[in-house]
């Protein structure tokens, strides 16, 4: 069974794609950086419009993970997400995490986690 894509994502729905507080995407509408339409008491985005602000598209109603938030990396290492920006700012014994912040968040492309990984496993040896 294929699950059917969304045309129209909630502001509850992009705030859990963007990792960030539904007050911040209302600040995206508000502010222009990300086009809504108004559907009864409900502010609504198209999927075209949420995949140009997002720079990638959506597949299933979930992202393509090609950048992750400091919770994924937090989730995929095993650690809370304070810790990941701990590694990004200031690093550990010498090895920092690359990452980039778009928008107020913290992105980390895939290859740069697993090199990150990579980098730690080597020190450790």
């Known amino acids: 069974m294929v699950k059917?894509?969304?045309?129209?994502?909630?502001?509850?729905?992009?705030?859990?794609?963007?990792?960030?507080?539904k007050q911040r995407v209302w600040e995206y509408i508000k502010y222009g950086k990300l086009k809504g339409i108004k559907i009864g008491r409900n502010w609504k985005v198209s999927k075209e419009e949420l995949e140009r602000f997002l720079g990638h598209s959506i597949v299933s109603g979930e992202p393509v993970k090609e950048f992750l938030t400091t919770r994924d990396c937090g989730d995929i290492?095993?650690?809370?997400?304070?810790?990941?920006?701990?590694?990004?700012?200031?690093?550990?014994?010498?090895?920092?995490l690359k990452a980039q912040k778009v928008n107020g968040v913290w992105l980390v492309h895939r290859t740069d986690l697993d090199n990150f990984i990579k980098e730690r496993m080597h020190n450790a040896s």
Do not use: P
């Open 4 to 21: 059917e894509e969304k045309q129209f994502y909630s502001i509850s729905d992009i705030a859990k794609i963007r990792d960030c507080s």
């Open 77 to 96: 290492l095993g650690l809370d997400k304070w810790s990941i920006r701990r590694y990004i700012i200031s690093g550990i014994n010498g090895v920092f």
